[in-house]
Nanobody
């Protein structure tokens, strides 16, 4: 079993910055790709940023130029640096990882979510 533990959410004023972290832990696994999703009240969950093992990155159009996803392979951790935050960025942010495990194959895991609130 693999666990994803997120940290770094909180309350920030518009224009401010936050950095989210997501660390994967477990035994005998390798990470294929990691991503950050978000879900605001009454809205569907959406993909914010994605990073492969290449690494190749992709971003939601509305966060391009403001958010950066970075992966530390040695620590099995992915970060989301969020700058120039806007009130519309407020949501619960979820970490996601595609993980291969011996005897299990590939499986998608989710973190518990961390709240990001941007005040105007």
């Amino acid at each position: 079993q693999v666990q994803l533990v997120e940290s770094g959410g909180g309350l920030v004023q518009a224009g401010g910055s936050l950095r989210l972290s997501c660390a994967a832990s477990g035994t005998r696994f390798s990470i294929n790709a990691m991503a950050w999703y978000r879900q605001a009240p009454g809205k569907q969950r959406e993909l914010v940023a994605h990073i492969t093992s290449g690494p190749t990155t992709t971003y939601l159009d509305s966060v391009k130029g403001r958010f950066t996803i970075v992966r530390d392979g040695a620590k099995n951790t992915v970060y989301l640096q969020m700058n120039s935050l806007k009130p519309e960025d407020s949501a619960v942010y979820y970490c996601n990882a595609e993980i291969s495990q011996v005897g299990i194959g590939m499986k998608v895991y989710w973190g518990q979510g961390t709240q990001v609130t941007v005040s105007s």
